[in-house]
Structures are given as structure tokens and as C-alpha cells.
């Protein structure tokens, strides 16, 4: 798994979000940009993280970053998701996984003992330029926020 690292431009992506509007990297330019990665929506650990950041989004937002929450799941069942919980921030849905190869989030994982590939629950910082300035490796999903606000 090739994650970027702090330092490198993010690539430019262009992915539908929950509403089946496009988005992309470029639409935050001039803007620092919180970018989480899950595994997968509505499931508890991804629940309690996104409602964590959808809960401290004003200090988040008094702060200056914009969030985007980024999985493989489909449209609608980002949609769900996001109106279940009332998320003020948009979901994308990257079925195809342009923004997860970009990020490297992909890779080998290990639940109950088996192994396979999936979405590596990783968040990046992104500065004005585009620019990873932090990463997050070890989520804690219950004081994400916290995690974002101390760097």
C-alpha cells in the first residue's frame, strides 16, 4: 500500500457525491480540506466516527477545514447514510476508487483473523495548495475531531 505522504500534491479527482453531484479536489482549492477514509458506511466504528466530525463540524469549520468522508460505497447507500445521521458534510461515493488508489488507501487488512483487501480508515489533511500537511493513521473513531484539532 503506497499512501501519500506529508508533502505530496494530491491529484486532481472528480467523484460523485452522495446527491450524484460531481466533486472534486479543485472545488477546495484555497481551502484546508479534512479527507477521511471508511471502510464502510453505517457500520458502528465508521458511524461513530462520521457522526464525531459531523457533530464538532462548527470547530471543525472555525478552524477552516471542509470535510469530505470518502468510501467505496454506492450513491444511494451514502445517501442513507448521510440523511440517517443529518451529516452536514458531503460523502463520496468512489465505486470505482479514483480518490482511494490516489490517496493509497488500499490494501491488505486483517478482521478476525481473516485477511483480505479494503479502505484502510486513514485521514488526511490537505493544505491550501492541494498539499498533504497531516496524516492520521490511527483513527480513534469516538475523538476523531480531537485528533484533527491538536496537530
Known amino acids: 500500500m503506497q499512501t501519500l505522504k506529508i508533502g505530496d500534491k494530491v491529484p486532481n479527482f472528480t467523484v460523485n457525491d ?6 472534486s479536489l479543485s472545488d ?16 458502528p466504528t465508521c458511524t461513530v466516527e462520521a457522526c464525531n466530525l459531523g457533530e464538532n463540524y462548527k470547530a ?6 471542509e470535510i469530505l468522508g470518502v468510501s467505496a460505497d454506492t ?3 451514502q445517501s442513507n447514510f448521510k ?12 465505486t470505482e ?3 482511494i488508489d490516489a490517496f493509497g ?15 484502510h480508515r486513514i485521514t488526511f489533511l490537505v493544505d491550501e495548495k492541494g498539499v498533504v500537511s497531516r496524516i492520521i493513521d490511527k483513527v480513534k473513531a469516538k475523538i476523531h475531531t480531537d485528533q484533527i484539532l491538536e496537530g
Do not use: C, H
Not at 477546495?28 to 457500520?43: E, R, S
Not at 488507501?105 to 479502505?119: A, L, N, Q, S, T
Open 97 to 99: 476508487k479514483e480518490v
Open 28 to 43: 477546495y482549492k484555497g481551502k484546508k480540506l479534512v479527507v477521511f477514509f471508511y471502510p464502510k458506511a453505517n457500520t
Open 18 to 23: 452522495q446527491d450524484g453531484n460531481a466533486v
Open 75 to 77: 450513491e444511494k447507500r
Open 105 to 119: 488507501v488500499w490494501g491488505p487488512k486483517k478482521f478476525m483473523g481473516r485477511e483480505f483487501d479494503g479502505i
Open 83 to 94: 440523511k440517517k445521521f443529518s451529516f452536514p458534510y458531503p460523502l463520496l461515493a468512489d
Open 60 to 65: 471543525l469549520q472555525d478552524a477552516g477545514y
